[in-house]
Antibody
Framework: QVQLQESSPGLVKPSETLSLDCTVS????????WNWIRQPPGKGLQWIGN???????NYNPSLKSRVTISVDTSKNQFSLKLTSVTAADTAVYYC??????????WGQGTLVTVSS | DIQMTQSPSSLSASVGDRVTITCRAS??????LNWYQQKPGKAPILLIY???SLQSGVPSRFSGSGSGTDFTLTIRSLQPEDFATYYC?????????FGQGTNLEIK
């Protein structure tokens, strides 16, 4: 059974960089897209971006200038970096495995709060 | 970006009811449409992919239909565990976008 688990930085200060890891167990990174999706408290879902296991990336244009997604196949892990955060970036962040066009496995989510 | 609009935003129904949720895309997306269920404090779960394909392990009372711009999720004979928020999501092009959600509550 594939499982995804996000790291939990918890609190990030405004203007700093949010860094999250997602560790994948029970399966390989190969042949899938690895996604980050977020959900502000009480609101809907926003797709942040993804990386194919081979390294190609796709980012949401609304966040593209601040986002980097990377994959570490040796650790079976992928990561999100979001720079220059503000309170608007406070959200539950989910990692998710992507087949070509859907998200079939999700992490449990981790709440990241941006506050001084 | 492709805008996804769900209706209704909230819905009250009883156990045993048949429920339909609608999702409309701002442009044609073929059948690149997925449905997810989310319960409070939990990650979303994939129910339907490619508009009408049932994800493995999902009960057969869930079904999806549609193509182009108009799609529906139908739950036949609601069960207590079905009360949740439902989201549609387009995968026709980047950025992937979700509907605003439909909150299905117990009447």
């Amino acid at each position: 059974q594939v499982q995804l688990q996000e790291s939990s930085p918890g609190l990030v200060k405004p203007s700093e960089t949010l860094s999250l890891d997602c560790t994948v167990s029970g399966g390989s990174l190969s042949n899938y897209y690895w996604n980050w999706i977020r959900q502000p408290p009480g609101k809907g879902l926003q797709w942040i971006g993804n990386m194919y296991y081979s390294g190609s990336t796709n980012y949401n244009p609304s966040l593209k200038s601040r986002v980097t997604i990377s994959v570490d196949t040796s650790k079976n892990q992928f990561s999100l970096k979001l720079t220059s955060v503000t309170a608007a970036d406070t959200a539950v962040y989910y990692c998710a495995r992507g087949r070509l066009q859907d998200f079939d496995y999700w992490g449990q989510g981790t709440l990241v709060t941006v506050s001084s | 970006d492709i805008q996804m609009t769900q209706s209704p935003s909230s819905l009250s129904a009883s156990v045993g009811d048949r429920v339909t949720i609608t999702c409309r895309a701002s442009q044609s997306i073929g059948t690149y449409l997925n449905w997810y269920q989310q319960k409070p404090g939990k990650a979303p779960i994939l129910l339907i992919y490619a508009a009408s394909s049932l994800q493995s392990g999902v009960p057969s009372r869930f079904s999806g239909s549609g193509s182009g711009t108009d799609f529906t999720l139908t739950i036949r004979s609601l069960q207590p565990e079905d009360f949740a928020t439902y989201y549609c999501q387009q995968s026709y092009n980047f950025p992937y976008t979700f509907g605003q959600g439909t909150n299905l509550e117990i009447k």
